[in-house]
């Protein structure tokens, strides 16, 4: 962009516009409204609100008003003084609105006059014309110092001038067809093929959370949690003075007991805001980082602040096996099955076990489980990564949000995976209670 003053096509200039820039102005309208229709668009309240909100200050030429605080306060109803460090609301919807304008001109109709793109790093858009609009009255083409001219089909930026003048698109047209006419022969004659760029593993797999416009829902448990009261603690100070004198000592130290000391129920309380599994917690931060960067929203529930009815109306990811109920219900009749006490079970005639052991040295083997439902139960796209301890769950996270693990481990997947439900079963070996990189022990598609 050249700067506030001056927006693509001519539209945000502030003085009076010929009526070839009122025309370009109502073309970029019909466009806007096409798209806030599209399949891409519609069932997307947030993403609908903010294209319509920065086009229009655009085409009014308030450019300057394109800034992510301001999106916020505007769009998304924030404080005009809110952080942006902590609320990333304005730059996941950005990244939204940019992924689901991928999609609609994908699928659209290659003649379209003008192409509506939020180019990264900015919310201002642009406006893209095909080539043969880009014949106007009365062109004077500005550019930002040292740039070079634009091409067909590039974002321009018009204001009026004063000689009559049309532009040749079709010098442009004849030259990038003859140059991409000699490169296809070059290509062709060299044995070369030009291959399309493939889609990520990663993308592949967590594509469908772009099917709803709500955010991923990241469900935790929070199993009950006690501990010894304060009373059993003051006793035990009592023979041992100096331990136990404060509430970080008795948060973090060690209860050291007599194995045959008598304690009473009334010695134990309930400490209603602990019980969250060190496992899932480094899942839920690897998850949230990953689809920020992706581009989707986030929300991290944990306990009884989900039910099945939130499942039902977001994409959801679940973690932990034994402690999580809708992990244990989702995934009891599938073809890998976390048991407790006995491990992950295969449920075949003669299936596989997988259970945590210890080796010789002191090293554990932990297993989890990714289980990815494209189809669900809830009607939305459900997966669950399911440990059989701690680190198992730890290295599920890790497994599916680590692009050479994830391409690795579905290296002999069938070719359509990512449209398919799937259940992999991963393993680790824990030293000093880290667990090390995950390794595809078995995986199942359907």
Not at 53 to 66: A, F, N, P, S
Not at 150 to 176: D, F, M, N
Not at 182 to 192: C, D, R
Not at 414 to 432: A, H, S
């Amino acid at each position: 962009m050249t700067g506030s003053s001056e927006q693509s096509a001519g539209l945000g200039d502030d003085r009076p516009a010929t009526q070839a820039n009122r025309d370009r102005r109502e073309v970029v309208l019909r466009e806007l409204e096409n798209i806030l229709k599209s399949q891409q668009f519609r069932t997307s309240g947030r993403s609908k609100q903010f294209l319509k909100y920065v086009v229009l200050q655009c085409l009014d030429g308030h450019t300057e008003e394109l800034k992510e605080r301001t999106i916020g306060a505007e769009v998304f109803k924030r404080d005009a003084g809110y952080s942006t460090g902590d609320d990333s609301v304005v730059r996941v919807q950005a990244g939204e609105v940019r992924r689901r304008l991928e999609q609609y001109y994908h699928t659209a109709s290659a003649d379209l006059p003008v192409h509506i793109e939020i180019p990264l790093g900015s919310y201002v858009p642009e406006f893209r014309w095909s080539a043969a609009d880009l014949t106007v009255d009365n062109p004077v083409v500005h550019h930002t110092p040292d740039a070079p001219a634009h091409g067909p089909g590039e974002a321009v930026h018009v204001l009026e001038g004063s000689a009559p003048k049309r532009l040749r698109p079709w010098i442009w047209i004849a030259a990038v067809s003859g140059l991409c006419l000699l490169l296809a022969g070059l290509m062709f004659l060299s044995g070369i093929r030009p291959r399309p760029q493939p889609q990520s593993a990663i993308d592949r797999f967590w594509s469908p959370v772009f099917n709803s416009s709500e955010p991923v829902l990241i469900c935790l448990a929070r199993p009950i949690a006690y501990r010894p009261s304060l009373d059993l603690f003051n006793r035990y100070a009592q023979t041992h003075p100096g331990t136990f004198e404060n509430e970080v000592e008795r948060e973090n130290e060690v209860l050291p007991l007599d194995p045959n000391e008598m304690v009473s129920w009334k010695d134990i309380e309930i400490l209603p805001g602990y019980g969250v599994a060190s496992g899932d917690v480094d899942l839920a931060v690897r998850i949230s980082n990953l689809l920020t960067r992706m581009g989707k929203s986030s929300q991290v529930r944990i306990g009884k602040t989900y039910s099945f009815e939130d499942l039902r109306n977001s994409p959801t990811v679940v973690g932990g096996a034994f402690n999580n109920r809708w992990t244990m219900q989702m995934t009891s009749n599938l073809h890998f099955v976390p048991i407790y006490t006995v491990g992950i079970q295969e449920q075949i005639p003669s299936g596989r076990l997988w259970n945590a052991e210890i080796g010789p040295k002191g090293y554990i083997t932990d297993y989890g489980i990714v289980t990815r439902l494209v189809d669900s139960k809830t009607g939305q796209f459900f997966v669950a990564l399911a440990g059989l301890g701690t680190a198992g769950t730890q290295t599920t996270g890790e497994f599916v949000s680590t692009p050479k693990y994830l391409e690795e481990g579905l290296r002999t997947a069938p070719p359509d995976w990512y449209k398919k439900n799937m259940q992999i079963v991963v393993q680790t070996t824990v030293t000093d209670s880290i667990p090390g990189p995950p390794h595809v022990v078995a995986a199942y598609f359907w």
